[in-house]
């Protein structure tokens, strides 16, 4: 590493957090990091109302002084919270951590060698488990590492480093490009901070500021990285601690801010998902007037040139709910796409309408719906009443013949349709629809897409002209697109 690395501003904010793993966090920085480089360490304190946060954290932070706190006057949220860090931070470089965290040895020096080489490269460790029970330390080897992307739910995921990136390395330690970060643990310099507007204060509490960071950092000449060579655990929490008012739907809004600023034509695929209801996101001119000053690319080329793995819902045949045209054609294609969603068979509900899980079947009015998360693969596929909102219901027919949504695939290998990670490969997630009959046919087995009489469960058949039970028909069908 360079022998001039810049000194960094460690900014943790945390709101009732537990007193051992706030202490785990900053003693751990401050053990294994070189003293030179840490030129401050800053707690920002979002309005805890626990008393070991008060008083006796002064006290004991006394001893330290690199460490100083600062204080929130009301409840601002993660976003707000981090700008009031940047705003008291000194330092040349500012490095983000979440209050539960604790940095390995090493793990500060590479961060800061790709900043002092490039002040536009704005940095990510790698992230490790932290157990949230027994709370010990998962290390994993640098080989598997994973680089950030995003659903059309503008919903931050994890893959593979994909095979053009892998390309323009020859040493698994180097880093790699990421087309958006996690968002909790980062270095920035703190003028290219500055320069590319910071977060945007119209956001609200947490969520979406990790992309429009990702974005803009792309597409206004900077880059964003994933160093092997730095590690940092993280609690991964199973419920949030925080309390907040109810009510407002915060992600939903920060989301519509991001897109109406960032996405150009790209924007209607969100709202697509959330119904095209946009609700009051406030006032974004500012944010667009930065854009423009900045002289930043489209999110077009950002997709093209940072993300070109992603699939892009204006290609699809067909868009929209999946509905059985048997028994009253009130049925719809309805499924989670969750992660533990996988693998399951996919369900069937009535047609909602509001997009999300489903496909309708012709005259059952029943809809494939599937809610499509990460832990819902590999679990049979839905069907429900269907009810045109979108959501769980809300499929598309790729080029190639995949019904998917985001990364996972409609999948039959003999026994239940489920969803699956979609592999690109047709075979087990191939479907050809005829809009003559009405018909979705499977590649591989040369079977039909059936829904059983009671309406309660996707099977597949032998394909017959006349059984209603097999007639579907696909929202949005583009017979030019294919």
């Known amino acids: 590493y360079s022998k001039d690395l810049p000194p960094t501003a460690v900014i943790i904010c945390f709101h009732n957090e537990a007193w051992s793993v706030l202490l785990r966090t900053v003693h751990s920085v401050l053990d294994r990091s070189p003293e030179h480089l840490i030129q401050e360490i800053i707690l920002v304190d979002d309005f805890s109302d626990m008393p070991h946060l008060k008083r006796q954290l002064e006290d004991y932070m006394m001893n330290y002084p690199k460490v100083r706190i600062i204080r929130a006057n009301k409840r601002e949220g993660l976003i707000r919270a981090r700008l009031l860090g940047a705003a008291a931070a000194k330092a040349p470089v500012l490095t983000y ?13 590479p961060l800061l060698d790709r900043i002092a080489r490039d002040p536009t490269t704005v940095v990510c460790p790698v992230i490790d488990v932290i157990d949230d029970t027994t709370l010990e330390y998962h290390w994993r080897d640098s080989g598997g590492v994973n680089v950030g992307g995003f659903d059309w739910n503008l919903q931050f995921n994890w893959h593979a480093v994909p095979e053009r990136e892998k390309k323009r390395h020859k040493n698994p330690a180097e880093p790699v490009w990421s087309p958006t970060m996690a968002g909790g ?19 609200d509490i947490w969520g979406g500021e990790n992309l429009e960071l990702s974005f803009k950092t792309w597409m206004c000449g900077g880059t964003l990285e994933i160093v092997p060579c730095s590690h940092v655990g993280h609690i991964f929490r199973k419920r949030s601690p925080y309390k907040w008012r109810s009510g407002v739907n915060v992600l939903k ?8 600023v960032w996405l150009d034509e790209y924007a209607k695929y969100y709202y697509q998902r959330i119904g095209h209801d946009k609700g009051n996101y406030g006032d974004v001119s500012e944010r667009k007037t930065l854009r423009k000053k900045l002289g930043c690319k489209s999110f077009k080329w950002y997709l093209d040139n940072v993300y070109p793995e992603l699939f892009i819902p204006g290609e699809a045949v067909a868009s929209g709910e999946v509905r059985n045209l048997g028994e009253g054609g009130n049925t719809c294609l309805d499924s989670p796409a969750r992660k533990a969603d996988l693998h399951k068979p996919c369900g069937l509900y009535p047609c909602h309408r509001q997009g999300g899980n489903q496909i309708r079947q012709v005259a059952s009015g029943i809809c494939i719906d599937s809610p499509g998360k990460s832990e819902d693969l590999h679990q049979p596929v839905g069907l429900y009443p269907c009810h045109r909102q979108g959501g769980n219901q809300y499929w598309m027919l790729s080029k190639t013949g995949e019904i998917r949504r985001d990364e996972s695939c409609l999948d039959y290998s003999g026994s239940d349709v489920i969803l699956y990670p979609c592999h690109g490969s047709k ?17 591989s087995s040369d079977k039909c897409l059936a829904i059983t009489e009671s309406k309660q469960q996707l099977v597949m058949e032998e394909c017959s002209p006349n ?14 697109k294919l």
């Open 185 to 203: 643990l980062f270095s920035i310099d703190r003028v290219f901070f500055e320069r590319i507007g910071t977060y945007d204060s119209g956001f």
């Open 253 to 260: 809004r920060n989301s519509i801010r991001l897109s109406e």
């Open 97 to 109: 951590l979440d209050s539960h965290c604790e940095c390995t040895e090493g793990w500060l020096e």
């Open 467 to 480: 059984a209603p039970r097999q007639k579907w028909s696909f929202e949005n069908y583009d017979p030019s």
């Open 427 to 443: 075979g087990n997630q191939q479907w050809i629809y005829n809009p003559q009959t009405n018909h979705i046919r499977h590649g």
